[in-house]
């Protein structure tokens, strides 16, 4: 069996807010943003091969109302560079927290 990445899927109370740190960030690109998708705020936003989707809560959700035995939260984004420290000092010129640095 094969796998290719396809996305990454954050709960968000404010959506514009973390895409907006995607975009200036990491400057991902926003493919679609829906107020109302399904009752909550959407966005897509381009990340490498796949994409990022936050979505925002819904009447009455939970972070884990899907699975709450099976979910803990999202532990980390992981993403690949080349030379780590260059792209650390890019991100933190662009408004990064970095909060433990690369070992």
Known sequence: MEWDFDHVHFLARDVHALSKYFEEVFGMERLAFYEAFKGAPYAILKLGSGDLRIRGYREGDEPDARGPSLVEGLDHLGLAA????????WLESRGAEILRPPE
């Open 82 to 89: 080349e030379d780590v420290e260059k792209t650390v000092a």
